[in-house]
Nanobody, 121 residues
Framework: QVQLVESGGGLVQPGGSLRLSCAAS????????MGWYRQAPGKERELVTS???????YYADSVKGRFTISRDIAKNTVYLQMNRLEPEDTGVYFC???????????????WGQGTQVTVFS
């Protein structure tokens, strides 16, 4: 099995910064894509950003120019640097990964437990 463990959430004022980390562990042969979703109160979970193995990135329009995703393939870890945070960025941030597991080389979609980000004024 593969597990994702997130860290780095917290409280911050508008304009502030936070850095999230997500480390994958377990029966990993290869990780194809890692990304971050967020879910605000009363809203559906949405894709914020993702990065593929060859480092092709995607950003939602609402975070372009403010958020940066990066990845350490050797450590099976993805990072999300969030700058100029806004109250609208508040929510639970979930790490997600498409993992080729090492036993049968099947692709699994794995989710982390989520970390709370609150931007308050």
């Amino acid at each position: 099995q593969v597990q994702l463990v997130e860290s780095g959430g917290g409280l911050v004022q508008p304009g502030g910064s936070l850095r999230l980390s997500c480390a994958a562990s377990g029966s990993i042969f290869r990780i194809n894509v890692m990304g971050w979703y967020r879910q605000a109160p009363g809203k559906e979970r949405e894709l914020v950003t993702s990065i593929t193995r060859p480092a092709i990135t995607y950003y939602a329009d609402s975070v372009k120019g403010r958020f940066t995703i990066s990845r350490d393939i050797a450590k099976n870890t993805v990072y999300l640097q969030m700058n100029r945070l806004e109250p609208e960025d508040t929510g639970v941030y979930f790490c997600n990964a498409d993992v080729v597991e090492s036993t049968r080389h099947r692709v699994e979609v794995v989710w982390g437990q989520g970390t709370q980000v609150t931007v308050f004024s």
